[in-house]
């Protein structure tokens, strides 16, 4: 066992900075006003309802994650941020119809009396969008410090001792790392002379960045994953991490692909379809849009199935995936999964999935446990990408030359081992041959 690692004091209240009151923003923020009023229960958040495991199984020690690492309180959370939309929280939850009316009503003057603050906004990113709630400014330079300008004057309005950033806002059109984005001098010419590779959420991580904030990217943009703007979180020394909540589909893959891997079972084919009828999936019927989504959905398998190190199992694999914009489903997702395994002697065999889902209650949790250990991370000094979240990310930002790791258990095996190594606790390898005789010959 070793010393914890120096955190700062959790003190004070910790603002939440949300770009995107839509329906995952404001189901997080409702869920977060309920459970403090004892109306419902955090499930489905790692850090409310989790546990961990310390030291030996004899031990017994299974504290609730919470009670283990130093965690901001849900009480001492306060919300902020802003919308290309003018709706109140209240009346935007409304709309998204994500929660119900006696949900929604149990909080609605805590809803009401959120109101976002004018965004930064470009259409050229977000196609199919638009909205009278927005930023303007001579350059995207002086966008940025009109972001920073709220960050700081949230932060002194509401008594706040620190501010987190969330990312809870749409997928913009594809773009590559370019020229642009590879340096900090680079980038900052850039936002001067208005390029046009620079992104509405580029700018809000700069802006974040900057300010000492940690940025989390709930959808899979470029946004933070840029050789100047990591450079930058270094430098500052913020916490930075993404890319684009793992809820649905992309979480059934990475629980199932790992299985089928581990059995050493063969994948001839995974086709995978989707329909949902809320913004995000309005938006997503741009092909920009989509190009964006389907490269965070399409890197999970290969990461997880190594073909290179197992062609005979899957080094030929089809792997399409569609998502269609169907209105009347709303935020309740549908996720149908047809996968082709092969196994003993080449045998065929099916799997069928329909998940039917509802895309904003699995990210709720997800983005509240990104808020609190980000938080955590920066007041434990750890800066730059935290690669130790992937668990929660379907395209997980890693360090140059490193391959991302998307298998589920993998991920909450290195989250669980940074807590404890932040707490000074000893990593668990659940090797357990120390409960065995298996080496009493050697002993003798």
């Known amino acids: 066992m070793s010393a914890p690692k120096a955190i700062a004091p959790k003190d004070g209240k910790l603002g939440v900075m949300v770009v995107g009151m839509g329906a995952i923003g404001t189901t997080v923020v409702a869920g977060v006003h309920l459970i403090r009023k004892g109306l419902s229960k955090p499930v489905g958040s790692m850090t409310?309802?989790?546990?961990?495991?310390?030291?030996k199984r004899t031990e017994a020690r299974f504290p609730v994650v919470k009670d283990f690492v130093p965690l901001v309180g849900l009480d001492d959370l306060v919300f902020g941020g802003w919308d290309i939309f003018e709706d109140t929280a209240y009346e935007a939850a409304k709309k998204a119809a994500v929660l119900s009316n006696e949900h929604i009503d149990a909080v609605k003057d805590e809803l009401k009396a959120l109101r976002p603050m004018p965004a930064v906004f470009d259409k050229n990113w977000v196609k199919l969008l638009d909205g009278p709630n927005v930023k303007t400014g001579a350059t995207k330079y002086d966008l940025a410090r009109q972001l920073m300008d709220d960050m700081a004057r949230f932060k002194a309005e509401n008594g706040c001792a620190r501010l987190v950033m969330l990312w809870a806002a749409s997928t913009e059109t594809f773009t590559p790392v370019k020229d642009t984005h590879r340096t900090i001098p680079a980038f900052e010419a850039a936002l001067k002379a208005n390029d046009p590779d620079i992104a509405p959420s580029m700018i809000y991580a700069y802006a974040a960045i900057q300010s000492g904030?940690?940025?989390?990217?709930?959808?899979?943009?470029?946004?933070?994953?840029?050789?100047?703007?990591?450079?930058?979180?270094?430098?500052?020394?913020?916490?930075?991490?993404?890319?684009?909540?793992?809820?649905?589909?992309?979480?059934?893959?990475?629980?199932?692909?790992?299985g089928l891997k581990a059995r050493q079972l063969g994948l001839a084919g995974w086709f995978s379809t989707n329909i949902l009828g809320n913004r995000d999936g309005e938006v997503l019927a741009d092909p920009g849009s989509f190009k964006t989504k389907e490269e965070s959905k399409l890197s999970v398998l290969d990461s997880i199935l190594q073909p290179d190190m197992y062609p005979d199992l899957y080094g030929d694999y089809t792997h399409l995936v569609r998502i269609n914009y169907y209105p009347p489903r709303g935020d309740n997702k549908e996720g149908w999964d047809n996968i082709d395994i092969f196994g003993w002697l080449g045998y065929p065999m099916q799997i069928k999935i329909d998940f039917l889902c509802r895309d904003s209650i699995l990210a709720a949790p997800v983005a509240l446990d990104l808020v609190l250990f980000c938080d955590l991370a920066a007041r434990a000094g750890m800066a730059g990408i935290q690669e130790w979240l992937s668990f929660y990310f379907k395209s997980p930002m890693h360090a140059e030359g490193l391959y991302p790791?998307?298998?589920?258990?993998?991920?909450?095996?290195?989250?669980?081992?940074?807590?404890?190594?932040?707490?000074?606790?000893?990593?668990?390898?659940?090797?357990?041959?120390?409960?065995?005789?298996?080496?009493?010959?050697?002993?003798?």
């Not at 470029?222 to 993404?242: E, I, N, Y």
């Not at 606790?425 to 065995?436: A, K, P, Q, R, S």
């Open 405 to 444: 790791e998307h298998d589920l258990f993998i991920q909450l095996t290195k989250l669980k081992n940074t807590l404890r190594y932040l707490m000074g606790e000893e990593l668990i390898t659940h090797l357990g041959v120390e409960y065995y005789d298996y080496f009493e010959s050697e002993k003798a």
């Open 48 to 55: 409310q309802m989790g546990t961990i495991r310390l030291g």
């Open 213 to 258: 904030v940690p940025f989390i990217n709930g959808a899979p943009n470029l946004s933070a994953d840029t050789p100047a703007l990591l450079a930058l979180a270094t430098q500052k020394r913020v916490p930075v991490c993404g890319k684009d909540f793992k809820t649905g589909q992309t979480l059934m893959k990475t629980i199932l692909a790992p």
